[in-house]
Nanobody, 115 residues
Framework: QVQLVESGGGLVQPGESLKLACAAS????????MGWYRQAPGKERELVAS???????NYVDSVKGRFTISRDNDKNTMYLQMNNVKPEDTAVYFC?????????WGQGTQVTVSS
């Protein structure tokens, strides 16, 4: 079992930055791929970024060059640095961890981008 807790969401203005964190209940050394997903009202959940155990990353086109995913295995925490945010980034952001073909999800954190 892996419990995940997201934090760092909030209300920001367009062009500002925000950093999300996902704290895991066990060592990230035991977890393969982790990812950030988001779900906007009335839309399906989508993958924003993912990172493997060896640090390979992948991003959805709409956030490339603006968001950076990272993981600190010693702190059992994954991050999403969000720069130059846009109103269309408004959503609930979830973290996901995959271990032995089982997926674990956090409860989500709300990010609202509005002037």
């Amino acid at each position: 079992q892996v419990q995940l807790v997201e934090s760092g969401g909030g209300l920001v203005q367009p062009g500002e930055s925000l950093k999300l964190a996902c704290a895991a209940s066990r060592s990230l050394y035991a977890i393969n791929t982790m990812g950030w997903y988001r779900q906007a009202p009335g839309k399906e959940r989508e993958l924003v970024a993912s990172i493997t155990s060896i640090g390979s990353t992948n991003y959805v086109d709409s956030v490339k060059g603006r968001f950076t995913i990272s993981r600190d295995n010693d702190k059992n925490t994954m991050y999403l640095q969000m720069n130059n945010v846009k109103p269309e980034d408004t959503a609930v952001y979830f973290c996901k961890a995959s271990r032995y073909n089982v997926n674990y999800w956090g409860q989500g954190t709300q990010v609202t981008v509005s002037s």
